[in-house]
């Protein structure tokens, strides 16, 4: 099976959805930061979270940051597969939550929305706003029916350094540009 392509798409630096993609991300990584550094004791930490969400998290929230707004890379399959690798650190980070119906349903949506994102800026998807979709609702669904009993003001910290990174995902795909065409 072959894959068509429908177009080949560039990022529009002058677009209001990538400078909120940067800003997004930039909050992201500021709330990473504070929560891990300011907030929490790092040696209560585990291993495993230090590794699958603290370092890993904070380093893509700033590759992503660095070549959107600094560099300015005209590359969407880059941030593209940043994006898809921060949809596996974000199903990781269910794991530990312990929650099976939680954990299901991280690893088939954050699955779909990295694939669902590759495609889209590989431009095998027709249109964008599926893939804006698929990292909106998402950010939704934890602010609303995150357990809001049980979180503290730090929990939410960290939840907040998630959420942002999930909008700033879903603003990506609209700071998109139709590119040249391949000639045949």
């Given at each position: 099976?072959?894959?068509?392509?429908?177009?080949?798409?560039?990022?529009?630096?002058?677009?209001?959805?990538?400078?909120?993609?940067?800003?997004?991300?930039?909050?992201?990584?500021?709330?990473?930061?504070?929560?891990?550094?300011?907030?929490?004791?790092?040696?209560?930490?585990?291993?495993?979270?230090?590794?699958?969400?603290?370092?890993?998290?904070?380093?893509?929230?700033?590759?992503?940051?660095?070549?959107?707004?600094?560099?300015?890379?005209?590359?969407?399959?880059?941030?593209?597969?940043?994006?898809?690798?921060?949809?596996?650190?974000?199903?990781?980070?269910?794991?530990?939550?312990?929650?099976?119906?939680?954990?299901?349903?991280?690893?088939?949506?954050?699955?779909?929305?990295?694939?669902?994102?590759?495609?889209?800026?590989?431009?095998?998807?027709?249109?964008?706003?599926?893939?804006s979709l698929v990292f909106?609702?998402?950010?939704?669904?934890?602010?609303?029916?995150?357990?809001?009993?049980?979180?503290?003001?730090?929990?939410?910290?960290?939840?907040?350094?998630?959420?942002?990174?999930?909008?700033?995902?879903?603003?990506?795909?609209?700071?998109?540009?139709?590119?040249?065409?391949?000639?045949?």
């Amino acid at each position: 099976m072959t894959l068509k392509q429908y177009t080949r798409y560039q990022i529009d630096f002058k677009s209001k959805w990538t400078s909120v993609c940067g800003v997004l991300m930039g909050l992201s990584f500021f709330l990473r930061l504070i929560y891990y550094f300011g907030l929490t004791n790092i040696y209560d930490l585990a291993v495993v979270e230090i590794l699958s969400t603290m370092i890993p998290g904070a380093v893509l929230c700033l590759a992503y940051l660095f070549t959107l707004s600094v560099m300015r890379l005209n590359a969407p399959g880059v941030y593209g597969i940043l994006g898809a690798v921060h949809c596996f650190l974000l199903m990781f980070g269910t794991f530990s939550s312990g929650d099976g119906v939680r954990i299901a349903l991280a690893v088939i949506w954050y699955v779909l929305a990295a694939g669902v994102l590759l495609l889209t800026v590989g431009g095998y998807l027709p249109g964008r706003l599926l893939a804006s979709l698929v990292f909106f609702v998402p950010a939704v669904v934890r602010l609303f029916v995150y357990d809001l009993n049980h979180v503290t003001l730090l929990q939410w910290v960290r939840e907040f350094g998630v959420l942002f990174a999930l909008v700033g995902l879903a603003c990506l795909p609209m700071g998109l540009k139709f590119g040249t065409q391949k000639s045949k």
